[in-house]
């Protein structure tokens, strides 16, 4: 039988775990955007997804993933609500017959053009919340570790 961990173990983990208080914050924030963007009929990942897509050309899925730090099963799963609403088209890439190309649709840039006021706004509040006042500072540090 193994020993017991110590309580003060667990209350190490609980204080300095780094994962666990960006899980916690990414999940409350999450949480916020979701219901600010509900009237849009999007969640704060279909908004960000949908935005990696506002560009000139039609971007190749596997950069999406990688631009979202996700593997390329999960961005086609949270694509299909997407492109059933019509917000979001992937067709073939021509270059290469066995990738995928992205394309937001008009329908998709609405959203986002209607949307965008609301998540400014959102955005204002929760860069308020944080202690400090550094928004970009920790910005800065979520980007050195991703």
Do not use: Y
Request: aromatic residues 4%; positive net charge; hydrophobic residues 40%.
């Amino acid at each position: 039988m193994l020993p017991d961990l110590p309580l003060e173990v667990t209350h190490e983990v609980r204080d300095r775990c780094l994962c666990l208080h960006l899980q916690r914050a990414a999940r409350r924030v999450a949480r916020r955007f979701d219901e600010a963007l509900r009237p849009f009929g999007l969640t704060s990942g279909q908004f960000s997804l949908l935005m990696a897509l506002n560009r000139p050309a039609s971007p190749r899925l596997g950069d999406i993933a990688a631009f979202l730090a996700m593997d390329r099963t999960t961005l086609t799963a949270n694509l299909k609500p997407l492109e059933r609403r019509g917000l979001v088209q992937v067709t073939v890439d021509e270059e290469d017959r066995r990738g995928r190309r992205l394309t937001i649709t008009d329908a998709g840039r609405r959203h986002l053009r209607d949307a965008v006021p609301v998540w400014r706004a959102t955005h204002d509040t929760v860069d308020a919340m944080l202690a400090g006042g550094d928004p970009d500072r920790l910005r800065g540090d979520l980007v050195a570790l991703s």
